[in-house]
């Protein structure tokens, strides 16, 4: 059974799904198994194509009016045809760059593994460049991640909380509009500040100081025995 999905990418009237539909019954899809959505491709929220998936059976074919109608991306695409493919069911495009894709024939396959092999290219590619660029960040001495909330007063504040036996690290942390771990990375549980902390009063801060800080501070909320451990 052949199962039809068109979808246009505006809804105002410039654009018609009429040509996709006409293709489709061309192709000898059934009118009343053809889905649509008037979205955009990237938007996830597509109707439409829920629906079309979870109508689609196994032996059925999905009937494609260009490839691009399917897939947000060319990853996207190849994971959908992957699932649909483990689900047995077939994928054939009508027009367009993608028009030689029929999966129901060795030559089809053929094809969309080709299409497979760019999109593992373009995954590895952006990686690669990712990795690069961080890289290039840490050499300047910069680290990734959100900025730190810490500046010189709150830090002034949160040392004075800090030097109050009773004070609760997470309570202190809380007001100041911090983690704990934040806290513990400028901190010591007595309220003297750590290296990082000191650089920051010292106008000195590197972000150097505050990785190294970090390391020597155990994961979760401190115990006694953690913040002894780690020397505070």
Request: net charge positive; with cysteine.
């Amino acid at each position: 059974m052949l199962i039809g999905y068109v979808r246009v990418s505006k809804s105002d009237g410039t654009q018609t799904l009429a040509p996709q539909r006409d293709a489709m019954l061309v192709a000898g899809v059934d009118p009343a198994r053809i889905y649509e959505d008037l979205a955009s491709g990237r938007r996830d929220d597509r109707p439409g194509l829920t629906a079309c998936l979870k109508a689609i059976q196994p032996g059925n074919t999905l009937v494609l009016w260009k490839l691009d109608r399917l897939g947000r991306d060319l990853r996207h695409l190849v994971n959908t045809v992957e699932d649909l493919r483990t689900r047995g069911v077939g994928l054939k495009v009508l027009t367009g760059a993608g028009a030689q894709i029929d999966t129901t024939t060795a030559n089809g396959r053929l094809a969309f593994g080709i299409f497979a092999a760019f999109a593992e290219f373009e995954k590895e590619l952006i990686a690669e460049r990712t990795m690069a660029g961080l890289a290039a960040a840490r050499a300047r001495g910069r680290l990734g991640g959100r900025p730190r909330k810490m500046d010189r007063s709150t830090l002034t504040m949160a040392m004075a909380a800090m030097a109050d036996r009773k004070a609760i690290a997470a309570e202190v942390a809380a007001r100041l509009g911090l983690t704990t771990t934040t806290l513990y990375t400028y901190v010591n549980g007595d309220g003297t500040p750590k290296a990082a902390g000191q650089a920051l009063l010292d106008g000195a801060y590197r972000p150097e100081a505050m990785r190294k800080a970090r390391t020597r501070l155990p994961q979760g909320p401190p115990s006694g025995a953690r913040l002894e451990a780690a020397g505070v």
